[in-house]
């Protein structure tokens, strides 16, 4: 059985820092690419960062680039989520999930297989 479950989430002062962790279980973690997505409240889940196989490409959604940074470790199996300077409006759940893929990572929520149960983070201003 797959399990994703993320942690690390919390609640931060804007321009603070939070690292989301993802740890997959029950599946080969190299064979899946892995995406970060969140909602907030009152809004559609959007994609964050994803990041492929061997954590050779990742991409970024314009709202977070350059202020998170996606990483992964095989032996690990985790996913981690690196969250500096952040704002109010980076307050919502996230989720990481897995796409049973090889090569490069997509951003639609689609193409994912598995979805943890989400990490809430919230930003005071």
């Known amino acids: 059985q797959v399990q994703l479950v993320e942690s690390g989430g919390g609640l931060v002062q804007a321009g603070g820092s939070l690292r989301l962790s993802c740890a997959a279980s029950g599946l080969t973690f190299s064979s899946y690419c892995m995406g970060w997505f969140r909602q907030a409240p009152g809004k559609e889940r959007e994609f964050v960062a994803n990041?492929?196989?061997?954590?050779?490409?990742?991409s970024y959604s314009d709202s977070v680039k350059g202020r998170f940074t996606v990483s992964r470790n095989n032996a690990k199996n985790t996913v981690w989520l690196q969250m500096n300077s952040l704002k109010p409006e980076d307050t919502a759940v996230y989720y990481c999930?897995?796409?049973?893929?090889?090569?490069?990572?997509?951003?639609?929520?689609?193409?994912?297989?598995?979805w943890g149960q989400g990490t809430l983070v919230t930003v005071s201003s």
């Open positions: 999930a897995a796409d049973r893929l090889y090569g490069v990572p997509t951003g639609r929520e689609e193409s994912y297989d598995y």
């Open positions: 990041i492929n196989n061997y954590g050779v490409s990742t």
